[in-house]
């Protein structure tokens, strides 16, 4: 394929709706860099440098299905090429034929350079060997899979897993359940998208701790997460790291009282010494915690 040109999806808007305008921009320089000498360059930011690592692949074996179909149109023009040369009694017929061929050819690379509309079709429907169906998801269910397991299996097959290790996961929580992703929606397209960015364990991991998070699940405030606010690629990343972690409360500090003015030296060096003691047991106290 012809290395001037190169097609955005629609569908990855998704993923660059939450950037930044200098994200956008050290994406876009990337992907441009990648056209043309095959390779990313080094990017700092490991948001960035995932959704141009998945991007990158998808033009790339887009690419690759556009020049294959090609070769083919063009072995297919070849034989009947010959076929017709041999046959001197269908001269006007192959001479048709041929000119279908070329033509065919042609509309084949004006659809390329405009949406890639002969190829992305194919590169939509190849994504994955199964068929285009909507994945039903028990409110109720159980694991089809084990998680060590899952990493393995289809993309489909993954998305329906994790769906359900989030249903699970609510269990005693506020939180909505997933019952159904269909294939065509941007659920599905979105989880995909985490699951190529970070493999399906991390995924799974970032479900987990939604669980142990207060703020998450409701409990400190009327907000709850849904499950289509995970996905979203800056949300993700920040339940992956951690952000919304319960914190630690801090120790609670001893009321020291304040010297206090005295007349008999005695009780002034009593009171020191009780201060002493008590700052002391703070200070065991703050090591202790």
């Not at 956008?24 to 056209?35: E, S, T």
């Not at 991991?205 to 997460?225: H, M, N, P, Y």
């Amino acid at each position: 394929m012809s290395k001037s040109t190169f097609i955005m999806r629609d569908e990855w808007w998704d993923m660059l709706e939450d950037m930044t305008d200098e994200q956008r921009g050290v994406f876009l320089a990337a992907i441009y860099q990648f056209r043309a000498t095959g390779e990313l360059p080094e990017i700092s930011d490991s948001h960035v440098r995932g959704v141009a690592k998945y991007i990158s692949r998808s033009i790339a074996e887009t690419d690759d299905k556009y020049e294959k179909k090609c070769q083919k149109l063009s072995k297919n023009a070849s034989k009947r090429w010959d076929k017709e040369e041999t046959d001197t009694d269908k001269d006007a017929i192959a001479s048709n034929e041929n000119a279908n061929a070329c033509k065919e050819m042609q509309l084949h690379k004006f659809a390329s350079e405009k949406n890639a509309i002969a190829y992305d079709t194919d590169s939509e429907s190849d994504s994955d060997s199964e068929s285009d169906i909507d994945i039903d998801i028990p409110t109720g269910c159980s694991s089809s899979g084990s998680d060590d397991t899952a990493a393995q299996e289809p993309i489909s097959t993954q998305i329906k897993q994790v769906a359900e290790h989030w249903n699970r996961m609510t269990e005693g929580t506020s939180i909505a359940k997933v019952s159904k992703i269909s294939r065509s929606s941007n659920r599905y397209k979105s989880l995909s998208a985490r699951i190529r960015e970070y493999g399906y364990d991390e995924v799974v991991q970032a479900i987990d701790r939604i669980a142990r998070s207060d703020f998450l699940c409701g409990r400190s405030k009327e907000w709850v997460i849904t499950f289509d606010w995970f996905l979203k690629p800056n949300n993700f990343i920040k339940v992956h790291d951690g952000n919304y972690d319960n914190k630690a409360s801090p120790p609670k500090p001893l009321k020291i009282p304040s010297m206090a003015y005295q007349d008999s030296p005695e009780k002034q060096a009593e009171l020191s010494d009780k201060l002493k003691e008590i700052e002391k047991m703070y200070m065991d106290r703050v090591k202790e915690e």
